[in-house]
């Protein structure tokens, strides 16, 4: 979801779905060059009844469509500081699977609202997801996904990208506002 970039793991998600069955994966962003043969993986795999990739910028209108039909948001990222994508999901109440990179072990309570693999691995990603689909799995990590403050959010966002980046945050007695949009 976003952006499809080699340092997100799409193609460690794709050798785990291939240990798995009956699973199916929607891949949707704008894929760059460093993830191309994403194509010939899916297909080296057998995975083309599998996966449906939806390549191309994907407008917010269309989010809310593209989370209800999926079960989980799965980040099986190599390196992360901080990403909006936990967030997102829960606020469609769809659980997520991520590796312990950058800010997802701060946002996800492991085995609670989501569950957590090591980023790289193949044999942990597909123990998530095995586990997500066990009996009953699905419902209660969807039921116990948190409902975010957006201004909370954001805030935790910024602050995890100023202390990566080795900047302050900022000083707790001014009253500053991020805009977005």
Do not use: M
């Amino acid at each position: 979801f976003g952006k499809v970039r080699r340092y997100k793991g799409l193609d460690v998600l794709l050798r785990a779905l291939a240990q798995l069955d009956g699973v199916h994966l929607t891949v949707a962003g704008e894929v760059y060059p460093d993830a191309r043969d994403l194509d010939g993986l899916v297909d080296r795999l057998g995975l083309r009844d599998r996966v449906d990739i939806r390549p191309g910028y994907l407008p917010a209108e269309r989010i809310p469509d593209l989370f209800a039909s999926v079960d989980a948001l799965v980040l099986p990222y190599r390196s992360a500081t901080a990403s909006q994508h936990v967030a997102l999901a829960n606020r469609h109440r769809v659980p997520v699977v991520a590796t312990r990179v950058g800010n997802f072990p701060d946002v996800i309570d492991d085995g609670v609202d989501g569950l957590l693999c090591a980023p790289g691995d193949v044999a942990d990603l597909t123990r998530a997801l095995r586990e997500l689909y066990a009996p009953g799995r699905l419902d209660t990590l969807r039921a116990a996904a948190p409902v975010s403050d957006d201004e909370q959010v954001w805030k935790a966002y910024l602050e995890t990208l100023l202390t990566v980046d080795g900047c302050s945050p900022p000083d707790r007695g001014h009253d500053r506002r991020v805009r977005r949009g």
